[in-house]
């Protein structure tokens, strides 16, 4: 077992503050704003950031337009991102002209044009597209080990060696999964599971059932660092959300595993960090 004493304060006070911004947003007179777009299987999350990249405004949405990575719904992608980006613009009393966004690793021939047409049909010019495990590192700052971004259809895999990364792959297990599992064992509607997964107060009741599909990343994750030096594990994405699934990703892995506070909002944040004030074509 790896034993590493890590500390992400940096990761962890950015999501606080963002967490704060959420619910109260901050209206001041910065010169630009910087504007991430996450575009998730099960969540739309934009985060914004001001002339220092310090969290002014956030929000999300829980939506159905983005499968396995992919967008299934492009109409509707741009409908919600084009409806949060005036939520946050009537909150904060200014236009967001700049964005950057996300994909999955490994997806960027496949879906990046997607991606990007929301996020400018949305109304932004895009600066930035990043792979989301490498935007999440923006934020955890990861020297040497594995950043594995569980969302809701994929799993994405980055491994870093003093701080670059240099091997990315991504897997079709992720949220999705968890919830037919839990569908499946309570005989509930896969809405229903989706809603009775992301409630904390259920967590530690469904641990063990989700435990076999906690296994399956697990396993995934160990293929994929499997000749690396990898000296520790870091969790993001919704599905990372589950307490306790860091302690069995540890277990099967013997690499110290580390869960910031609220994974989800890690790779949003990343995103707007890798945001630009000039548009890319």
């Known amino acids: 077992m790896s034993e590493t004493n890590i500390t992400f304060d940096y990761c962890d006070r950015l999501v606080e503050e963002f967490e704060e911004v959420i619910e109260n947003p901050v209206r001041n007179k910065s010169s630009v704003y910087y504007t991430g777009v996450d575009l998730g299987t099960a969540c ?81 010019e895009l600066t930035c597209l990043m792979d989301e495990p490498t935007a999440a590192n923006e934020v955890l700052k990861i020297e040497n080990g594995a950043v594995v971004d569980i969302g809701g259809g994929t799993t994405g895999i980055s491994i870093l060696k003093d701080g670059k990364v240099v091997y990315i792959a991504d897997e079709p297990t992720g949220g999705t999964h968890f919830s037919l599992v839990v569908s499946g064992a309570y005989k509930m509607p896969f809405a229903d599971a989706e809603k009775y997964k992301r409630n904390e107060k259920n967590h530690k009741e469904l641990l063990p059932v989700l435990k076999p599909v906690v296994e399956k990343v697990s396993a995934i994750i160990n293929q994929h660092i499997e000749g690396h030096d990898v000296r520790e594990i870091s969790l993001v994405g919704g599905t990372a959300c589950l307490i306790g699934i860091e302690e069995i990703i540890q277990s099967r892995t013997g690499i110290y595993t580390h869960k910031p506070k609220n994974p989800m909002f890690v790779t949003p944040l990343g995103i707007a960090l890798g945001c630009k004030d000039e548009s890319i074509s």
């Open 44 to 124: 739309v999350v934009l985060a914004v950031l001001d002339e220092n990249r310090n969290p002014v405004a956030g929000t999300y949405r829980y939506a159905d337009v983005v499968r396995d990575g992919m967008v299934v719904d492009y109409i509707g992608a741009v409908n919600i991102v084009r409806e949060l980006k005036k939520e946050l613009e009537d909150k904060l009393g200014t236009e967001l002209l700049y964005a950057a966004a996300a994909i999955p690793p490994g997806t960027d021939e496949l879906d990046s044009g997607a991606i990007k047409n929301v996020v400018q049909a949305a109304g932004f």
